[in-house]
Each structure stands twice: as C-alpha cells, then as structure tokens.
C-alpha cells in the first residue's frame, strides 16, 4: 500500500502572494500568509525578506500592518462624490489620500440600493461614509461602494464679508484664500439688509462675460467688526455645530446629579486635577501613593479619575445624537464650541474642588522599574481636594508655595511627582517618538482683539500628566481586549516607505546617515533628532521629521501607536471633549458590568469602525478650523505693520514659493516664487529648497531670513512677504532646456536689503 506522500512547504512565489493578499477580505500579514503556505521557522524569515523586497518595489504596500495591493482602501471611507461614469453610476474619491505616497486617488464607484430611501440616495458634490469592498472591474475602478451615511450634502454657496458701496449693493471679499482676490458683486436689492462688516452666505449667479460674478445674499451669519468674531468664519465655512438642538439642551438641562447607589466612596482620596490656567473643563484628576506590598518596593500605586460622562449621556439620547454629529470639542481663542452643553460639560461633569462628582477610575500599580504590572477600574464617587495650574504646581513643587498648594505639597504633589520619576524610567526604555516643535499661544484683549502670541514653557507639570493619562489610556485598551468588548482605538501608523525614503534623501544632503531596512521604530527618529540638538539644522530637522509621519486617527481596528511606540491605545481620558473617549467609557462599564449605561449588547465593530470613520472627520475639521483662526487673528494683528521687516524662518517649500513663519508671532506667510531674487528659482524636492538656475543661491526649509510685509488679508488669513535676506550660496541645478533662456522680467529685481 502506498502511502500518499507529504508536499515539502516552499516559498510562494511574488505572484502567488499577490493571488493570496487579493482574495482575502480579512487581515493579511505576515502571519497569515507563513500559515497558508504552511512556512515555519527559517522559511518565515525569508518571507518577510520576500515580502520588504515586494514593497520596496511597489507591488505590495504596508498599511495599518497589513499588506495590501497598491492603492487599496481600508473597508470604511469617507469620501466625496466627484463624478458620474458612462453608465451613469457615481464616482468617489477617497476624502484623505497622500498622493505623495500611493500616487493618485483610487476611484470608488458607489453601488445603488434597488429602492433608495427619500433623502437616502448619494449625488455629486455629497461627502459619504462609504463601506468599501475590492472588486476586479474592467475599467480599472478597483472599489465598489456603499453609502453608510451621507455626511454633508453641497452647498452652491460661498462665505465672505459684506462690504456696503454708496449707490446701493455691495461687494463679497470671500473668506477662502483660495478666492483671494477675487470679488463678488452683490445688487442693490440682493444684500437681505446685511450690513457692512456682516458675515454672510451668498449664493452665486452664473458669472457674466464682463465685469465682476454676481450673487445675492441668502443668510446674515453675525457682524465681524471685530477680532471677537473672527471664529464664526470657521465655524461656519466648516459647518461646525455650534447651537445645541432644543431636545439635546433641554435633556442637559433636566439632568440631576449622580448618587452613590452603585459606586464606591472615594471621597477620602486626595485627588487633584492640573490644567491650563484657562481651562474651561476639568475632567480628569490625579494620585499617586507609595505601594507598600513587600513585593513591589520603591513601586506606586497611581490613580486616574476621569468624569462619568456615560452616566448622564446615555446611548440612543439626544445629547449622545448630538455628541456624535459633533465628534469634539473646538477650542478657539476667543471660545469653545463644546460637545456637550454647558450643563453637562461645565457643571456635573466637571470635578470642581470640593463637590461629589462621579467618576471612572483606573487603579495602576507601577513597579520600581516604572512600569505597569496590574490595574483595576472602578465606578466611583470622588471630591477633588484642590483645583491647580500647570506652574502652580511646578512652582510649588520647587519650593515656591502659595495659599492653594501650603496644605499639598506633601501628602499630594511630591508622592506625585515621585511616581512620575520612576514611569520616567520605563518611558525612557519605551522611546516614543521625542519631536521638539513647541507651541504658540494667541492671547487676547478684553475687547476680543490680540494681545501677543506667547509659546507657553513646557513643566514637568505638563509631562507628569500626560504620562498618567497615557498609561491610563493603555489600561482601557488592554482591559476591553481582555474582555473581547469592542471599541474605539487611538491609532497612528508607521510612515510609508516612499516618506521614508524621501526623509532618507534629505538627510543624506545633511551628511546625516538613515540606515535602510529592518523595522521601523521610533527610536530610529530619535536617533538623528539626538544628533542635530542644538545643531542650526535642529528645527528643519525635526520639521521634515513631523511631516514624515502619518496622521493619528481613530480606528475600530487595531494596528498600533507608533508615535508612542505602544501595541495598544484608546482615548478614555477626556470623554468630556470627545466622543471617542465616552464610546470607551461605555465599553468598561458593559464589560465590567458597572451598570446599566454601557455600550449596547447589539454594537459590535463593524458599527464602531463607521463611528471611528465619522470622529476622525471631524477632528480633522476641528483642527483646520482652529489653524485657519489662528492665522486669521494673526492677520488682523499684522494688518497695520504692512511695510514693517521681521525675522523668521522658512517653513515650506513647493514650487510657487517659500512659507514663511515669524519668529515673533508664529504667523505663517508666503513668498511667491516669481519675486525671490532677480533669477529663476526652481524647486529642489529632494534638498526641500528653491535654487536659483545661475548662482545656485538656495532659500531652504528650515533657514533664517529676514523677510518685509507685504499685504495682508485678514478676512483670509494670508500673509505676503518679500525676501529681504540673501540666501546661502550653492550650486545650480540642472536646468530643464525650456528654462535655459529664462530671464527675470524687468521691475522683479528684489529691492535694497
């Protein structure tokens, strides 16, 4: 009788490895191909080998630490409906892609449902959240889509400031800088009654063949005569929710305090919370107190208490519809669009000193070497002993005492700062990624206008809490993985490789080695950001390294922190200002039945990752409207020292021209690329520099220079500059055949220095 012999595993060939990757739905790394080929030991091995060498080339790429073709999208997408194809089906494009990195968006051709809805049917122009699979079409459209949810439909509006004109009528100056310049006419009869210096929407007339494009006025949004207005801009060229609805606000209104049925009684310990001198919520608070287990000398027991914000927002109610349409909290300088109503946010959910509030807390045991060796959650009524500021405790902690902090210095503050000294230890072996990029911070009149930008000095204070709210963090993320509970992840992948290739070019110009291959971690950054400390290339360097690494989002997917260097991370900290924090929250409760207001039985992940999509959207709508203000306030703060030199640094480079950042203000401006020098300048990409096509004269990112103001355009928040200063001396690049004859049109010489 023969016995049937065994096939000898073998290494699958390239084309076998892209067959596989493209007929899973699910996860594919390195494991699961080594187990479908049945790879082990020495084999595996030569396949990551096989697999970095399929990326370096691009036939595969590494994303979310899993491999993909080129140009594939993960299974959720928000995404902007852009056009129709021949058949007439729709067609989107992905809302975040890096062309840099993967080369043109991929295109997703949207399935339409039999019997759409009323209301329900995507159109062009409509941003989606789409659910996203990977299809063999023979156009070349590789996704097919379907809509989850449309986000926002278009509005054939434009935003600007209404400027009134004598004989009836008035002028739109747009607020988008890609408009600059460019004017609207509105007609006597069109203007709704606004007023000159209104904020108005007007929707726009076919353009005329002569004269300037017409519109009318179809909504008063508030006057902006002055500074104190300038966020409306933003709040509304962004569409941020910034009046509760009146089922959301009356439910805050009606909510009572929690009791203790259900809780444990912390009220004895001696929490604190440390913020900003200016915060408008508090919603964390700190301790921290030997441990004294025999088995755990020189350890601590930490404790981490964060407002029980699920309890009065519960899931399915108007303030948690509301919360999750607003995604988070935006925080300009003049004020704050919050979340959650003022009731819930800035009352019962904030820890004042002295007040019972309710609380979840994450009790951490933290060994001598700084790490963390167990924790408990718990659902808790807690009293905060005192209310401090960043450099009120710093002060307090290097002697300099107040009223506050007599009575805390030593039961409170230096247990605390103990304890962060030994997590120190185990932050130091972990080696998150250490940039050095502070900060600048716009402070205001009472009047609403801008007093001076300041650049806030970073305390251990800072860094005390930041570590205990990132160990917290990774205490919910392990304890809802333990108990298969699904949730939201606080994710941040590895840089692609073409950014890091890119990075390794441009150090190469500083004679500065990136070595190639083996993993990436963020050690190695830190590594060439050690080196040039103190260096004049220190903030060039450690720009082009921020600009190197991906975009933290939220995931219902794990695959890691980079930038921290951590396996698993969720925000629980701040459920206050995110929603992603309370969907956490609500997971710890239902996973270790604390109550009744967990996270429903019937959400799993795939829910969570259309959430995880939705949140990420809108924290990256908070964030371009809390820059775009910024620069706004900055441009009215600049508008009268037009012809006024300033000393800065370039921050950009592209082929139009220099950015411009100011030593003083942080204000960024631009220096259009038609007026540096009396020569061509072209773009090096590789060196991030312009360099002139004769003297090889180079404007660098990263360098010092001394540039005139220009124009300002506050409504927009642009800034013009000329180059006052010389750049460095270097060599020509080569010259395409097309510009070899260029000469500097007469009148476009830079003037005196």
Same mark, same amino acid.
């Given at each position: ?10 290494l699958p060939s390239k084309a076998e490895i892209l067959a596989f990757i493209g007929n899973q739905p699910g996860k594919v790394g390195t494991r699961e191909i080594a187990r479908a080929f049945g790879l082990k030991n020495a084999l595996r091995a030569d396949l990551k080998r096989l697999l970095r060498d399929m990326a370096d080339e691009g036939s595969v790429e590494k994303r979310r630490k899993k491999l993909h073709h080129p140009g594939a999208l993960p299974s959720t997408v928000l995404a902007d409906v852009t056009a129709r194809d021949n058949d007439g089906d729709l067609i989107a494009t992905p809302d975040e892609w890096d062309e840099d990195a993967h080369g043109p968006a991929p295109k997703i051709r949207i399935s339409v449902p039999r019997k759409p809805r009323p209301g329900e049917a995507a159109?062009?122009?409509?941003? $989606?959240?789409?659910? $996203? ?5 023979? %156009? ?20 600007? =400031? ?72 933003? =709040?509304?060229?962004?569409? =941020? ?23 444990? %009684? ?37 404790n981490v208490a964060i407002a029980d914000v699920a309890y009065y927002v519960r899931p399915g109610s108007a303030l948690d519809r509301e919360a999750l349409t607003r995604g988070n909290s935006v925080y300009f300088p003049d004020r704050v669009v919050p979340m959650l109503p003022e009731r819930i946010s800035n009352d019962l959910c904030s820890l004042r000193p002295h007040e019972d509030r309710a609380a979840i807390a994450v009790r951490m045991v933290i060994g001598a070497d700084g790490r963390k060796r167990s924790h408990t959650f718990h659902r808790i009524m807690m009293r905060s002993a005192a209310r401090l500021a960043y450099q009120q405790a710093q002060l307090a902690i290097g002697g300099r005492i107040d009223e506050d902090t007599q009575p805390l210095v030593e039961p409170v503050l230096r ?54 709210? =990132? ?6 993320? &392990? ?64 720009? $082009? ?85 910024? %620069? ?7 508008? %009268? ?73 506050? $409504? ?5 500059? &000329? ?31």
């Amino acid at each position: 009788m023969n016995k049937k012999s065994k096939r000898t595993p073998s290494l699958p060939s390239k084309a076998e490895i892209l067959a596989f990757i493209g007929n899973q739905p699910g996860k594919v790394g390195t494991r699961e191909i080594a187990r479908a080929f049945g790879l082990k030991n020495a084999l595996r091995a030569d396949l990551k080998r096989l697999l970095r060498d399929m990326a370096d080339e691009g036939s595969v790429e590494k994303r979310r630490k899993k491999l993909h073709h080129p140009g594939a999208l993960p299974s959720t997408v928000l995404a902007d409906v852009t056009a129709r194809d021949n058949d007439g089906d729709l067609i989107a494009t992905p809302d975040e892609w890096d062309e840099d990195a993967h080369g043109p968006a991929p295109k997703i051709r949207i399935s339409v449902p039999r019997k759409p809805r009323p209301g329900e049917a995507a159109g062009l122009g409509d941003r $989606v959240l789409l659910r $996203v699979d990977e299809t063999e079409e023979d %156009d070349g459209i590789r996704h097919r889509g379907h809509v989850i949810k449309i986000i926002d439909r278009p509005k054939h509006r434009v935003l600007g =400031i209404f400027r009134k004109i004598a004989h009836g009528g008035g002028r739109l100056e747009p607020v988008d800088k890609k408009m600059l310049g460019k004017a609207l006419a509105i007609p006597a009869g069109a203007s709704a009654d606004a007023q000159d210096g209104d904020l108005v929407a007007v929707e726009t007339f076919r353009a005329p063949r002569l004269g300037l494009p017409t519109g009318r006025v179809v909504e008063r949004l508030g006057s902006l005569k002055s500074e104190r207005a300038v966020s409306l801009i933003a =709040i509304h060229a962004h569409g =941020i929710p910034s009046v509760f609805r009146r089922d959301t606000q009356q439910e805050a209104d009606a909510a009572t305090p929690a009791t203790l049925a259900g809780r444990e %009684d912390w009220r004895h310990v001696p929490l604190v919370t440390i913020d900003p001198p200016d915060a408008k919520d508090h919603d964390d608070a700190v301790q921290a107190e030997p441990d004294t287990a025999p088995n755990n000398r020189g350890g601590f027991i930490v404790n981490v208490a964060i407002a029980d914000v699920a309890y009065y927002v519960r899931p399915g109610s108007a303030l948690d519809r509301e919360a999750l349409t607003r995604g988070n909290s935006v925080y300009f300088p003049d004020r704050v669009v919050p979340m959650l109503p003022e009731r819930i946010s800035n009352d019962l959910c904030s820890l004042r000193p002295h007040e019972d509030r309710a609380a979840i807390a994450v009790r951490m045991v933290i060994g001598a070497d700084g790490r963390k060796r167990s924790h408990t959650f718990h659902r808790i009524m807690m009293r905060s002993a005192a209310r401090l500021a960043y450099q009120q405790a710093q002060l307090a902690i290097g002697g300099r005492i107040d009223e506050d902090t007599q009575p805390l210095v030593e039961p409170v503050l230096r247990p605390l700062y103990a304890a962060y000294e030994v997590m120190k230890r185990a932050r130091a072996e972990r080696q998150p990624l250490d940039l050095d990029l502070p900060e600048r911070k716009i402070l205001l009149k009472a009047d609403g206008t801008v007093d001076r930008v300041i650049t806030p000095e970073r305390l251990e204070a800072h860094r005390l809490i930041e570590e205990f709210m =990132i160990l917290a963090n990774v205490a919910a993320a &392990e304890t809802l993985e333990r108990a298969r509970v699904p949730l939201i992840y606080r994710v941040h992948d590895e840089p692609a490789m073409e950014k890091v290739q890119a990075l390794r070019e441009f150090l190469a110009t500083l004679d500065i080695p990136f070595a190639k291959g083996g993993v990436l971690k963020p050690e190695a950054f830190n590594r060439i950001l050690a080196r040039v400390k103190g260096r004049d290339a220190e903030q060039l360097v450690n720009e $082009v390294v921020l600009r190197t690494q991906a975009q933290a989002e939220y995931s219902a997917e794990n695959y890691g922190h980079f930038g921290l260097n951590l396996r698993r991370y969720a925000h629980f900290t701040s459920p206050i200002r995110r929603y992603a924090d309370l969907v956490v929250h609500r997971g710890l409760i239902r996973a270790l039945k604390l109550g009744h207001d967990g996270l429903p039985d019937g959400v799993e992940q795939k829910a969570l990752a259309e959430v995880a999509a939705q949140i990420s959207a809108t924290e990256r709508r908070a964030m371009l409207a809390e820059r775009e203000t910024n %620069d706004r306030l900055i441009a009215h703060f600049l508008a %009268d020292r037009i012809g006024a030199s300033f000393e800065g640094r370039i921050s950009g480079v592209t082929r139009a021209g220099l950015f411009v950042k100011l030593r003083e203000t942080g204000a960024d401006g631009f220096v259009p690329a038609r007026t540096i020098g009396d020569e061509y300048f072209r773009y090096d990409e590789t060196g991030h520099a312009m360099v002139g096509s004769r003297s090889g004269e180079t404007y660098r990112l990263g360098d010092p220079v001394t540039v005139k103001l220009v124009e300002a355009a506050p $409504v927009a928040g642009a800034l013009r500059f &000329e180059l006052l200063s010389e750049g460095r001396s270097g060599r020509p690049l080569l010259r395409p055949k097309h510009e070899r004859h260029y000469r500097r049109p007469q009148g476009k010489h830079r003037k005196a220095r």
